[in-house]
């Protein structure tokens, strides 16, 4: 059974940068998608991107306007989110889920499709 723990997470100054990182336990990451997604207090949970199993495609939300990089690590079976040019809007608790999908470049945006959830870590930016 996949089990993700995402780490990483705290307070930051607004413009810094985080780097938050999917961690899979009892399984490897090598057959899964991952996905990012975000959810503020009071606000539905949001895609924040993600990035297909081998690697090739990766796909973001339009607010991350090309400050987050998506990445992955094999032999560390672990994927990366890597955060720039922080907002106060970007302050959420962040998830990490994973689904198999049928073609290895492809991954989706929506919360149906994950079918494996981490716990989450909060990231807090400060104004």
């Known amino acids: 059974q996949l089990r993700l723990v995402e780490s990483g997470g705290g307070l930051v100054q607004s413009g810094g940068s985080l780097r938050l990182s999917c961690a899979a336990q009892?399984?490897?990451?090598?057959?899964?998608?991952i996905a990012w997604f975000r959810q503020a207090p009071g606000k539905e949970r949001e895609h924040v991107g993600c990035i297909s199993i081998n690697g090739g495609t990766t796909d973001f939300a339009r607010f991350v306007k090309g400050r987050f990089a998506i990445s992955r690590d094999s032999a560390k079976h672990t994927v990366y989110l890597q955060m720039t040019s922080l907002k106060p809007e970007d302050t959420a608790v962040y998830f990490c889920a994973a689904e198999n999908p049928f073609i290895e470049s492809t991954c989706f945006d929506s919360v149906s499709a994950y079918d494996y959830w981490g716990q989450g870590t909060q990231v807090t930016v400060s104004s």
């Open positions: 009892g399984s490897t990451l090598d057959d899964y998608a």
